[in-house]
């Protein structure tokens, strides 16, 4: 609306120059008698017909303002065919942004419901398993027992396993306790995962009163930036914040993430090809935010995002 609006002042503008200009030049010629003066100098070329200049002149004049009018006319037109199109561009961009919502919301839904399953049926079996194992144990001697003794550690590890699986499906600390909980705990694990590691962690703001959509997504990039950090950045320290600017009332009320480390960093252009970085990159844009990456050979990692909150909504259609 507001470069249509420039435009038009453009074209006022443009039109009262030439009002003046044709005014101008009018008055001008009427008090030089261009006409007659022309008439003098030409009187001698009258073999060559140069009397006969204004008149192509004219003609010239004329047909190069019907050029022209043809011109705008196209123009107009392929304006009105780029707007079109780029109308219908925002809407596809829209309707993308749209569907990949649903299905991120889908695959939450998925892993939540995966996780219980894991925790519901496989957990309490195994539970049951071990169980029946220890009081089997307690039934022999020998090397029976070594035999039942390895069948419970077997038990033990693989209940390690499942939990860490329905941890990294559906953390029960983001629906029971909020997204700082979720995170602080998160973050103590990956600190065992990772004792090398110094980790700086700073949560601002009230973080627990966010929706679930922008939770789940801060607890992704969370999880993601620190397995980029575990796999390839060699780094001893890692710096990992959290802030939530403004209030509920507030329309400038967004939440900040910044996960930095001190590792062997990469080139810029070598960023763009992991599907973990496009997987963030997606659910932050998919929720209206801004996406940031800065590396360089030997100056770590920097991921930055900034996701208004009130704009964490389901994308209308």
């Known amino acids: ?6 435009a038009g002042a453009r074209s006022g ?29 030409t009187r001698e070329l009258e073999a060559l017909q140069v009397d006969e200049a204004p008149a192509i002149l004219f003609v010239l004049s004329t047909c190069l303002s019907w050029f022209a009018w043809r011109r705008y006319r196209e123009a107009r037109a392929e304006v009105s065919r780029r707007q079109l199109a780029e109308e219908q561009l925002a809407a596809l961009l829209l309707e993308n942004r749209r569907l990949a919502q649903q299905y991120l919301q889908a695959q939450e839904a998925e ?33 029976q027992a070594s035999t039942v003794s390895a069948i419970i550690r077997h038990i033990d590890h693989l209940h390690a396993v499942v939990r860490d699986l329905i941890r990294e499906l559906r953390p029960v600390a983001l629906d ?9 705990h998160y973050l103590d694990q990956r600190q065992q995962r990772m004792p090398t590691v110094h980790f700086s962690v700073s949560f601002e703001g009230d973080l627990d009163s966010l929706r679930e959509p922008l939770n789940v997504t801060i607890y992704r990039l969370t999880q993601e930036a620190l397995t980029n950090v ?20 507030d329309v400038s009320d967004a939440v900040t993430f910044e996960v930095t480390d001190d590792g062997r960093g990469a080139e810029p252009g070598e960023i763009r090809s992991g599907l973990g970085l496009i997987g963030m990159r997606e659910r932050v844009e ?18 930055f995002a900034r996701i208004p909150v009130s704009e964490h909504r389901s994308v209308s259609p």
Do not use: C
């Open 1 to 6: 609306m507001d470069s249509q609006r420039t």
């Open 13 to 41: 503008l443009d039109l009262a120059i030439v009002a003046f200009v044709v005014l101008g030049s009018a008055v001008l010629f009427t008090q030089v008698e261009l006409n007659e003066w022309l008439f003098a100098r």
């Open 111 to 143: 892993r939540k419901s995966l996780a219980r399953e894991l925790h519901d049926e496989l957990g309490q079996y195994l539970n049951a398993i071990k169980t029946d194992a220890v009081s089997i144990q307690e039934q022999v001697n020998g090397p």
């Open 176 to 184: 029971e306790l909020g997204l700082q909980a979720a995170l602080e």
């Open 230 to 249: 575990s796999r390839h950045a060699r780094a001893g320290h890692v710096t990992i914040r959290v802030a939530r600017t403004g209030s509920p009332a």
């Open 286 to 303: 998919m929720l209206g935010g801004q996406w940031k990456i800065t590396t360089a050979p030997d100056r770590g990692f920097r991921v």
